[in-house]
């Protein structure tokens, strides 16, 4: 059993150096387009979440099959498990992370298939996203991930 748990961590590990790897590229590749310290941060700090939180969270999860796990995020885990999520840190988040995956893709990181179907499932669920996350915070509204 422990070296199961050490072979995990050594992955997990592993992952985030190779995550930390491409977070310091994605901030030169922002700052090369000239965006704003705060900008660009906000886009760190959201991608930053989503690669060394989210797909760590239950399993060592590499960043570029991220691509395949964007519903889950932002339909149902950062809705239910994150305090501050609300419409706007959900359109703040695709951005950020699209921007994210096509920076991996003009580093050869991913395919363009990879990168299409990130661009598709968001096209594909947004609205529904959206809607969920504004259910989710009106008390008023039944919880839309109640089994009942």
């Not at 961590?9 to 590229?25: C, P, V």
């Not at 941060?41 to 239950?58: D, G, Q, S």
Request: hydrophobic residues 30%.
């Amino acid at each position: 059993m422990d070296s199961d748990y050490e072979t995990y961590e050594e992955k997990t590990e592993e992952i985030q150096k190779n995550n930390d790897s491409y977070l310091e590229g994605f901030g030169e590749h922002l700052e090369a387009q000239g965006l704003s310290k705060k900008t660009i941060n906000r886009h760190l700090k959201e991608v930053n979440f989503y690669i060394n939180t989210f797909l760590l969270y239950y399993d060592d999860i590499e960043a570029k099959q991220g691509c395949y796990m964007i519903d889950e995020f932002l339909g149902n885990w950062f809705i239910r498990k994150v305090m501050w999520s609300n419409e706007a840190s959900i359109k703040s988040n695709i951005t950020s992370i699209k921007k994210f995956y096509k920076y991996l893709l003009d580093s050869a990181v991913i395919d363009k298939e990879d990168y299409d179907e990130l661009c598709d499932t968001i096209t594909q669920n947004k609205f529904v996203w959206l809607d969920l996350v504004k259910r989710y915070n009106d008390p008023r509204e039944e919880n839309p991930f109640s089994p009942f």
